[in-house]
């Protein structure tokens, strides 16, 4: 006779939790120094460090180091704020404010030769930019007046010929190598644009003057051959950052287009390029900026001349870097006017290229594919 069977039934009691309350001190959650703190450290420690500087100066009879003061004020604050933290915050919270005060100031190091820079030449440049700079030449100017219509029609007409030799040719290595390239020559190509990326600009010049001499003869110059410098110049840029922005697009995007039966050629001409199209004229024009400064190629190839040349294949051209390069060594009589020309033409050419680079980011925000371009 089968028996009911019986089971036990266990009491659970319920476990007490314990909650331990968080030390001030923690590192995680502990004391917190004022926001102020850091900037009156600063302050106090600047401060401490001009009126050192001072006393060493005034008891040596030496001159006041401005640089020496900032730079003993900035460690000054950097010792004391750490301690303080470790102190106050903990050492981890320490640790974090001491990376950020270097980060900080190496940033601020890198400012001062970009800043110093930019006001020198504003400040001396300013003195020639007027009207007769920008609509004549130096065809029989001597001394003071002149200008440097006929180096900036040069620079254009150079940099423009370098970026049309640059960029079919850039661009198409890119495709190559992204969509096509497999194998030992794909590793060829790439390590030849990884050398020429680093390859000096007086070669470039060098290069170009020696195949133009095998042509034309010896010691000719011209506007085409200056371009053919830069464009040596331009082509790696181009393909590294035509590269880049080519493997970012998506392989999925590809894969699509060739399920609908789209061939290869069309799939990059209508789907990857257009994609691509913001990262790539970034790069061309960051390529264009960075070869519009050089001066060694162009005064190997163009040369340089006094007079207008609308012409990239006959005689001498002018531009803007060997403007400023003959203006500054060659100076005659009064010198200041020499140099005046030197530091506006350099003021312009700074100008031209923070143009760029304001087209270039213009261009990629434009053509962003959030915006459904």
Same mark, same amino acid.
């Given at each position: 006779?089968?028996?009911?069977s019986?089971?036990?039934?266990k009491r659970? *009691?319920?476990v @007490?939790l ?5 030390r ?5 959650a ?12 600063l302050?106090?420690? %600047? ?5 050192? =500087?001072?006393?060493?100066?005034a008891?040596s009879?030496g001159?006041?180091s ?11 604050? $950097?010792?004391v ?6 102190? /106050? ?13 270097l ?11 970009l800043?110093?820079v930019?006001?020198? /030449?504003?400040?001396n440049?300013?003195?020639r930019?007027?009207? *007769? =700079?920008?609509?004549?030449?130096m065809?029989? %100017?001597t001394g003071?007046?002149g200008?440097?219509l ?7 007409l150079?940099?423009l ?5 640059? %960029?079919?040719? +850039?661009l ?6 992204? *969509? ?9 190509i ?21 195949? =133009?001499a095998?042509?034309?003869g010896?010691g000719?110059?011209?506007?085409i051959?200056?371009? /053919?410098?830069?464009?040596v ?9 035509? *590269?880049?922005? $080519? ?5 999925e995007?590809?894969? !699509?287009?060739?399920a609908? +039966? ?9 789907? /990857? ?16 900026a ?5 001066t !060694? ?6 040369g ?8 990239l ?11 400023v390069?003959?203006? =500054? ?6 010198a200041?006017a020499? %140099?005046?020309? @030197?530091? @506006?033409?350099?003021l ?5 290229v ?9 261009i990629a925000?434009?053509?962003a594919?959030?915006?459904g371009r």
């Amino acid at each position: 006779m089968l028996q009911p069977s019986t089971s036990t039934e266990k009491r659970t *009691e319920p476990v @007490a939790l314990t909650v331990r309350p968080v030390r001030a001190g923690s590192a995680l959650a502990g004391n917190r120094l004022s926001p102020a703190i850091p900037w009156i450290v600063l302050g106090a420690s %600047v401060a401490a460090s001009f009126a050192l =500087f001072a006393l060493l100066a005034a008891a040596s009879g030496g001159q006041f180091s401005v640089v020496g003061a900032v730079l003993i004020g900035a460690l000054a604050y $950097l010792a004391v704020i750490t301690i303080m933290s470790a102190s /106050v915050e903990g050492t981890r919270q320490a640790a974090d404010r001491f990376v950020t005060g270097l980060v900080t100031g190496a940033f601020l190091l890198a400012m001062v030769p970009l800043v110093s820079v930019a006001i020198t /030449v504003v400040s001396n440049g300013l003195a020639r930019f007027d009207a *007769e =700079f920008f609509n004549s030449s130096m065809r029989n %100017v001597t001394g003071e007046g002149g200008g440097a219509l006929h180096a900036m029609i040069g620079t254009l007409l150079i940099t423009l010929a370098a970026t049309v030799i640059s %960029v079919p040719l +850039g661009l198409m290595t890119s495709i190559y190598l992204v *969509e096509y390239g497999r194998g030992r020559l794909a590793k060829i190509i790439t390590f030849l644009v990884d050398v020429m990326t680093g390859i000096p600009s007086i070669v470039a010049g060098l290069f170009a003057f020696a195949l =133009f001499a095998l042509f034309l003869g010896p010691g000719v110059r011209m506007g085409i051959v200056g371009s /053919v410098a830069l464009s040596v110049l331009m082509i790696p840029v181009v393909v590294r950052s035509s *590269e880049e922005m $080519l493997r970012l697009v998506p392989n999925e995007l590809r894969e !699509a287009s060739y399920a609908l +039966g789209v061939p290869k050629w069309r799939t990059i001409l209508k789907v /990857v390029l257009p994609t691509s199209i913001a990262g790539i004229t970034t790069g061309i024009m960051l390529a264009i900026a960075r070869v519009i400064g050089e001066t !060694a190629p162009l005064l190997i190839t163009a040369g340089f001349t006094a007079s207008m040349n609308y012409g990239l294949f006959s005689d001498r051209m002018q531009s803007l870097p060997v403007y400023v390069y003959t203006q =500054f060594m060659n100076k005659g009589n009064p010198a200041f006017a020499f %140099v005046d020309r @030197a530091w @506006a033409a350099a003021l312009v050419l700074i100008l031209i290229v923070m143009a760029l680079n304001l087209v270039a980011r213009l261009i990629a925000r434009w053509f962003a594919p959030k915006n459904g371009r």
